[in-house]
């Protein structure tokens, strides 16, 4: 799996966290930045890394902010997005199975180390169920497709 993963300054210690979790798993990873905890505008990371997923550079997402809502906002504009903010197992295991969620979105201030990495690894390994499950999912591309989002 390749996996991208970006963060604003809010979301930086927690990322370089992650990231290393990940490494150990075997998860191939791209970061996208920030670096440094000087404040950057959670858009300038969100909207590229999102159009790299939606695009097919990468299997799945993964940002990080204050909250991770700031960064769901902008992801989910992107067509073809379904970016879920997840602070616990149970939401993590339902953005994947009946969301198909290809981005999740944590925040680095309220979230512990700990509960991060227990919340990634659920949402990495989880599949998504299909199902009646599919067809909302469809309904949701279909309200893409209408607007004409390209
Ligand atoms: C930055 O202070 C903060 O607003 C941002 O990280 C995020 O929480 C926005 O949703």
Same mark, same amino acid.
């Given at each position: 799996m390749r996996v991208v993963? &970006?963060?604003?300054?809010?979301g930086v210690k927690l990322k370089e966290h992650l990231k290393k979790y990940l490494k150990n798993w075997g998860v191939e990873v791209e970061?996208? &930045?920030t670096f440094e905890e000087t404040p950057v505008d959670y858009p300038d990371? *969100?909207?590229?890394?999102?159009?790299?997923?939606?695009g097919g550079d990468f299997d799945r997402?993964?940002?990080i902010c204050?909250?991770?809502?700031g960064m769901s906002i902008v992801a989910?504009?992107?067509?073809?997005? =379904?970016?879920? @903010?997840?602070?616990?197992?149970?939401? *993590?295991? @339902? *953005? =994947?199975?009946?969301?198909?969620?290809?981005?999740?979105?944590?925040?680095?201030?309220?979230?512990?180390?700990k509960e991060a990495e227990r919340i990634l690894k659920i949402w990495i390994e989880g599949n998504f169920e299909g199902g009646r499950h599919e067809r909302r999912v469809r309904k949701i591309l279909e309200i893409e497709r209408s607007r004409g989002d390209g």
């Open positions: 993963i &970006g963060c604003d300054h809010a970061d996208m &930045g990371i *969100a909207f590229p890394l999102a159009k790299k997923v939606a997402g993964i940002l204050g909250t991770g809502i989910n504009k992107v067509k073809g997005i =379904r970016a879920a @903010v997840c602070w616990d197992e149970y939401t *993590a295991q @339902v *953005a =994947r199975t009946h969301n198909d969620s290809n981005i999740l979105c944590l925040g680095g201030r309220v979230l512990s180390f």
